[in-house]
């Protein structure tokens, strides 16, 4: 029997504001500030202290929800989810449960099926705990991070592969970054996947029984965990035997799961609306006012580049996915001559920098060539004033010393040789020298035509202009 994977996925993504939920702690990166410099009695739990809801943060989560097209709540609530956990000193986290900051929203995602429509179900605000460290002989309790504003956004169980899983995870991660509110680095985990995971007969329309896989950090073990989840329940129920519905682990050095509990159901929390902080209530102006402050947001942004500089579907994917790469490209485009063409510039952008920055180290590395810099070396490539090759060679060296393609043409003197006299002489020095090769082209042996081009090209330095060397060669060699 063939099983389908039914893949359901909950985000928490930190709202990176300046102070924490409740209190006015700053909120700082936990992988860098020393342990426990940013705590009060608030955010430390302690009793009496009493919570005050961060406007900031509520307009955060009003953006995403908004991007995700969601119906806000004029009215939400706070809840206590209580449990107990060393990183979490008040014993219960506040929350968002029966009534929700939004609703009903849709992602749309692409992959290798075509644009999927993701529906989510639900958008809500709650805070961070802190991080426990675990050494030799206890645990490290740091609480920098507890109280920090999180947003929990759930899907509905839309997801049918690995593949979608990403995808989602991808794009959710792309309009975070592009909302302003959430960095996106996954290494410091600003956003973390929990991922529910079912299996069922293909063609079933029931829900099977599903585990919940917790705090995923990557979206490799994202990956991982999905697929190595819908391998084991696929077998067992091959095997004609049922799943449990559990919490599990991933396991990095084993890449396997692992079973935490069985699963909890909501009333084991005893969820109870916060009592020391009143219902929010949103005013439908706030809304609009967030709403018309919305920026371009990825997709739209792509089929901009579609219409506007004419690009492919994957190009204007590759453009948009991460911000900075967007906002590059059009920096650059604008100072790109108007007879050159944008789809030149994308392959300059998405081939050979691309190749320079995931080599120094990612995104950060795209300031060290202004964008107009990088308009104008594809000005020279395009206007034949030296060759693609050449042009690899100044790219390098811009992205090393921050010099413009022009200086640096100009200074080691590369501008390419198109002179077509100067060509056929070197062309005949060659042909002249090389008979045995000369002659074993004119015998049929098409493929010395190469070898013939790169001696012209040596004696040329690499500076001539390769259409032209060429030409010139099948004109020469014909007679
Ligand atoms: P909780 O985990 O708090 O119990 P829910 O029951 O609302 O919350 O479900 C959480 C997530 O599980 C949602 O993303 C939902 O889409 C997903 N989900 C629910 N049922 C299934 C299922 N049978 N298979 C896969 N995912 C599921
Ligand atoms: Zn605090
Ligand atoms: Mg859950």
Not at 31 to 59: E, R, S
Not at 90 to 106: C, F, R, T, V, W
Not at 299 to 315: E, P, T, V
Request: include cysteine.
């Amino acid at each position: 029997m063939e099983f389908e994977p039914v893949i359901g996925l909950e985000v928490h993504a930190e709202l990176q504001t300046e102070s924490k939920m409740f209190c006015a702690c700053p909120v700082v990166d936990s992988t860098q500030a020393a342990p426990n410099t940013t705590v009060c009695p608030v955010c430390a739990g302690m009793p009496g202290a009493l919570p005050v809801l961060n406007q900031k943060a509520v307009a955060y989560g009003l953006r995403v929800a908004l991007a995700l097209e969601c119906e806000v709540n004029r009215i939400s609530i706070f809840a206590r989810k209580n449990y107990f956990y060393p990183d979490l000193p008040k014993g219960y986290q506040i929350s968002q449960y029966e009534l929700p900051l939004a609703e009903h929203g849709h992602l749309l995602i692409q992959t290798s099926e075509g644009e999927e429509r993701i529906r989510i179900r639900r958008v809500h605000l709650e805070e961070d705990t802190g991080k426990l460290t675990h050494v030799e002989g206890g645990s490290l309790l740091d609480l920098n991070r507890a109280g920090v504003p999180l947003l929990e956004i759930v899907s509905e169980p839309d997801l049918r592969s690995v593949e979608a899983a990403r995808a989602y995870g991808e794009a959710l991660r792309a309009i975070l970054r592009y909302l302003e509110v959430n960095s996106g680095d996954m290494e410091k985990g600003v956003i973390r996947f929990e991922a529910n995971v079912s299996v069922r007969p293909k063609g079933s329309r029931e829900l099977g029984t599903r585990v919940e896989i917790k705090n995923l950090n990557s979206f490799r073990a994202l990956e991982r965990a999905v697929s190595f989840e819908i391998e084991r329940q696929s077998r067992i129920l091959a095997a004609g035997g049922v799943i449990e519905q559990e919490t599990l682990g991933w396991d990095e050095a084993r890449q396997a799961t692992y079973s935490q509990r069985s699963k909890e159901d909501a009333h084991d929390y005893r969820y109870f609306p916060e009592p020391d902080l009143p219902p929010l209530v949103i005013a439908d102006e706030w809304v609009e006012q967030v709403r018309a402050a919305l920026p371009e947001l990825p997709r739209q942004k792509s089929s901009r580049f579609m219409q506007q500089y004419g690009l492919s579907a994957y190009d204007a994917a590759l453009l948009t996915a991460e911000k900075e790469v967007a906002l590059y490209f059009e920096a650059a485009v604008q100072a790109l001559p108007a007879s050159v063409s944008p789809k030149m510039l994308v392959n300059w952008l998405t081939g050979d920098m691309f190749a320079l920055l995931n080599q120094s180290g990612g995104l950060s590395g795209l300031g060290r060539i202004p964008p107009a810099n990088l308009a104008g070396l594809v000005k020279l490539v395009a206007e034949d004033e030296i060759n693609a090759a050449t042009g690899k060679e100044v790219l390098a060296e811009m992205f090393a010393g921050g010099q413009s393609a022009e200086e640096i043409v100009q200074r080691r003197g590369l501008r390419q040789v198109s002179d077509s006299a100067l060509i056929a002489a070197l062309v005949r020095q060659v042909l002249e020298e090389c008979p045995a090769e000369v002659a074993a082209y004119r015998s049929g042996k098409e493929t010395v035509m190469n070898w013939l081009f790169g001696q012209v090209m040596r004696r040329a330095a690499g500076k001539a202009n390769p259409q032209v060397v060429r030409r010139e060669l099948e004109r020469q060699l014909k007679v």
